[in-house]
DNA sequence: GCAAAAGTGTTACCCATACACCCATGT
DNA sequence: ACATGGGTGTATGGGTAACACTTTTGC
């Protein structure tokens, strides 16, 4: 429904009385991930004031009241990256989380969304926040609010999307080497892949991804020289490319 | 992120005016899904106000302001069916609709669920409606808002959970037939399984199912009794039970 | 030459598919 | 008897896993 219940349930001469009820603010929040030096990274911002003053949290803010959480959330990434046109952005909703008390403050229901981003960029301390940084996913940082829960989520979804669909080029630049695309599978899941194996199925996909007719890149300056790719047109996964070994994984 | 927002964006003065902005409306819609007749059934209400008087709607209602989402689509569920306890429900988030101008009427927010039932009991027509009821999903019936959309979103989440987790045993009651819960999957799905594969397939999942020690079922009358098996503890299908023959399908 | 990384080949095994066949019940 | 739905068995093929091997670069 949208605003229907108003009409029939006992409010009818406040169905369009906006102030009628205490208010919510609506936000977006930012789970954005990448993969620097092979490991996972995530954009934080330090908060400056209470609650939560020198916390580290997920960047995000206002949906403002034209604007869709999507296009909210993009500006706001534009704004914390101070990239407004990041190539190879992949921008997804997540979840939303409404509990009543999540914000101190006042109700806040807050729409929280997955990006995913190649080469990361550094970002410019932005307009919102004291100081952002990339930081290391796996860290023993308590984020503010119910942010930790946030990025669990979006790190499992991300975990999850890898098996079922072509989501891993989001973390590679505009020309890969299949070793990179392999290095995403195996930083995002914390397990390593057998490489011959990863290659034939990826290439056995359709449209996965697509060979770069005259590329070739060294990859760590040591090594022979790798042939480069380029994302295909596929989105889906047929089929998946399975995390290995979960057995007494019943629940 | 939650309230930092109105701390730093130069709206110091205002950050803890809730009425600074204009209000959003935070509402939840159902998609609540049931399996009737062999038949996939949507549960819809008539609305009686404009706009989309006379046309169906998905049910829900309007988020309190002491409650998370999760807990208004179970009220709004109950008041709607006039069940508060229904065995085996499953209640899932399923996204949230921003869209500035999704309602006519003022900005409103939802966010909207699945839900799934066995048995599917009759609705009352409850305080929120002028009528409601069990109607075919696949139906030319334009729905109100873009409730058309998230039923179809709804639709595919489902059919797409089926693949990889347990989900199938919420469209069945306690105890059922392997039989019935193929039937489960042919419906969502639109597609006819193989019996005997399918059989093994699920009985091989350690924490699918689990036999039910003296029970057998007459299913339709004819044909020899089955057995009985209760939903087991797991929650995910380790290897996943795929949808067949989808090729050609790049994106 | 050696280490490191890319790339190819091969084999065994698992599992899904497809289909044939038997069992129990109502009419 | 026969139709109907439950249940078992089995052969075939594709795909994955595991691992040996070759190629090309830098040191």
New interface residues.
């Given amino acids: ?9 006992a409010f009818d001469k406040a169905s ?1 009385d ?2 009628a ?9 930012l789970a954005v991930l990448t993969i620097r030096d092979g490991a996972l990274q995530v954009l934080l ?1 330090e ?3 209470e609650p939560y003053a020198g916390h580290w ?7 403002e ?6 296009t909210a959330a993009g500006r706001e990434l534009a704004e914390e990256t101070g990239l407004s046109d990041v190539t190879g952005l992949h921008l997804e ?1 997540l ?2 989380y ?3 008390d ?2 101190p ?7 929280a969304f997955t990006a995913l981003l190649p080469d990361a960029p550094e970002p410019h301390a932005g ?3 004291a100081r952002a940084s990339w930081l290391p996913y796996h860290a023993d940082r308590p984020l ?2 119910d942010h930790d829960r946030i990025l669990a989520d979006a790190h499992e979804r991300v975990g999850a999307k890898l098996e ?1 669909s072509c989501l891993a080029t989001a973390f590679c630049p505009p020309e890969f080497t299949l070793g990179e695309l392999q290095q995403v599978y195996e930083t995002v899941w914390g397990t390593p892949l057998d490489r011959p194996n990863f290659r034939r199925k990826v290439l056995a996909t ?2 996965f991804v697509e060979p770069v007719p005259g590329g070739a890149r060294l990859t760590g300056g040591r090594g022979k020289p790798a042939a480069l790719y380029r994302a ?5 996964l ?3 490319l ?1 995390r290995p070994s ?2 007494g ?3």
Same sequence: chains 1, 2.
Wanted: charged share 25%; no cysteine; hydrophobic share 35%.
């Fill in positions: 429904m949208t605003a229907k219940g108003v009409v029939n349930m369009y906006k102030y009820y205490e208010p919510f603010a609506v936000t977006v929040d911002v908060r400056g004031q949290a997920l960047p995000g803010g206002f949906v009241p034209d604007e869709s959480a999507e909703q979840r939303t409404s509990e009543p999540r914000d403050r006042m109700r806040v229901v807050s729409v307009s919102d926040a503010a609010f079922y359709p449209g295909g047109q596929a989105t889906a047929h089929p998946p399975l979960r057995e994984r019943p629940a």
